[in-house]
């Protein structure tokens, strides 16, 4: 298969589709980025990776790190999260607070920003450093050793966080945190500032391809760890719209407001898109038809 004529053509296919949607702006410093942005990076369970159009360029991966904390805690704890976050699709808003009152405190899934927050928690209380820990694995399963904070996005997010806030509050009013609420808060909205390439992701999203074996070839999550934290984005990583996900592109994934996507060829390849133009639901516009081509393309679909 000709792996790198796919995706310069899914480049120029989507290049229309840039100015559809906006570019989040709930987060100041992220309205500042180019919509014209976009990128593609396929890596291969082999280390083989392709890449087209800014698959280079780094940007906030946002919700994207909700899968490695996610991971984090489940290679530490396996199951005990659990307990304490449903994994059900929410059918609201990522960052709705109705749900989490009816529901008292216990939020239906890890990668809405409550289920978030108690998994932040959790690796906080288990690493001391939840954002750095993320950070490290990044850093490891991505073989570069320059992801970092972007500190303006997180002070940002900081300064504007009041519904985080009020839904760490409200977690915290039910028992359902660990730590001090401004301890959570500042580590979630580092692990979110991180700034990371197509590429970096691509490579760092690996294990969930390869049955939880990280890149330097040991085991870092179980098949069965790996197989759960697949389902799970398949089920809700992609806000409000994980059936139209499913749907087209067919396919576990997560987006985030950056306009990032990551997805999971199990047993294949990861891929990630980038398009910072949003569609109503939250995700990448230019993305989520570039993983719809992929897949018609390559036939890798889970379906
Ligand atoms: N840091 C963002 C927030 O909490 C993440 C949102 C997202 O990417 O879904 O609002």
Redesign the pocket.
Known sequence: MDMQGILDEIVERVATLCHQGSV?A??PSLSQVSPEKFGICVAMADGTVYGAGDWRTPF???????VFSLALVMSYDYDSIWRRVFREPSGTP??SMVQLEADRGIPRNP???AG?LVVTDRLLTLTGDAAGSVRGLLRRESGNPEVEVDEVVAAS?AGH?H??ASMAHLLASYGNLENPVDDVLAN??NQ??LEMSCEDLAKASLFLARHGVSTGGTPFLSPNQSKRVNAVMLTCGT?DAAGEFAYRVGLPGK????GGIVAIVPGRCSVTVWGPALGPN?NSVAGIAALDAFTARTEWSIF
Request: hydrophobic share 35%; net charge positive.
């Open positions: 989040a709930y987060i906030s991966i946002q919700s994207l790190s909700k990522f960052n990668f809405i920003n978030a997010e966080g519904r985080n979630y909205f979110c500032a806000y987006s985030g407001v950056g939250g």
